[in-house]
């Protein structure tokens, strides 16, 4: 079975504060997307991560994949209340489907 | 770009009725879609995924007979919860692949069923 642990599962902090969420697998993935999910809404594509060690930056979200393709992480810097969510990462193998992490529930308080 | 609709955005509805959900890429062709099931602050549940013109595939414990999944063409696919019961109340949302990104999902914004 094919598993994408994510973590931390919760994280609340402050305004300003930096976070880092995590993704790991023993599997190697083709290519890992991050999503962001508010409440009563469907998840939105942040970034898609495909070459092992990419680096992608997004304002003050850098996203991570490992030199080996079975990890990822989502760093953002000096977090504000709009970054409040759900963060999702989903990792792709090849054939039709997509493995999800259980979530990281980011809250950041003003 | 890649935009897909869910309609409705919530429904309430009486117990042994059925409601269909419907699911639409508006701006590329899907040629694989994902329905998920999602329980408040949790990760989503892949229920089953579709690929146009074939029958869908359930992940186990899915039952295909109270969940109707119908892929009829490249923009559309439909869910039909059958002879609704309250524990089937729930956030269903819908993704959809571009065959021409291969690994990309864009989801639907999603819609909450409330059985009574």
């Known amino acids: 079975t094919q598993l994408l642990e994510q973590s931390p599962q919760f994280l609340s902090i402050q305004e300003g504060e930096n976070l880092t969420v995590y993704c790991n697998s023993s599997?190697?993935?083709?290519?890992l997307q991050w999503y962001r999910q508010e409440p009563g809404e469907g998840p939105v594509l942040l970034v898609t991560?495909?070459?092992?060690?990419e680096v992608k930056k997004l304002k003050r979200l850098t996203f991570q994949f490992g030199d080996a393709r079975k990890d990822s992480s989502l760093h953002i810097t000096a977090a504000q209340p709009g970054d409040t969510g759900l963060y999702l990462c989903?990792?792709?193998?090849?054939?039709?489907?997509?493995?999800f992490g259980a979530g990281t529930r980011l809250f950041v308080k003003a | 770009g890649a935009v897909v609709s869910q309609h409705p955005s919530w429904v309430i509805c009486k117990s042994g009725t059925s409601v269909k959900i419907e699911c639409r890429s508006l701006?590329?062709?899907?040629?694989?879609m994902f329905w998920y099931r999602q329980f408040p602050k949790q990760s989503l549940m892949l229920m089953a995924t579709?690929?146009?013109?074939?029958?869908?595939?359930?992940e186990q414990g899915v039952e295909k007979d109270k969940f109707l999944i119908n892929h009829a063409s490249l923009t559309l696919s439909t869910l039909t919860v059958t002879s609704a019961h309250p524990e089937d109340s729930s956030f269903y949302i819908c993704?959809?692949?571009?065959?021409?990104?291969?690994?990309?999902?864009?989801f639907g914004p999603g819609t909450r069923l409330t059985v009574t």
């Open positions: 991560v495909v070459t092992g060690g």
């Open positions: 989903a990792g792709y193998t090849g054939g039709f489907k997509t493995i």
């Open positions: 701006d590329f062709q899907a040629t694989t």
């Open positions: 579709s690929n146009e013109g074939s029958k869908a595939t359930y």
């Open positions: 599997s190697v993935f083709s290519s």
């Open positions: 993704s959809a692949r571009d065959g021409t990104t291969r690994y990309e999902q864009y």
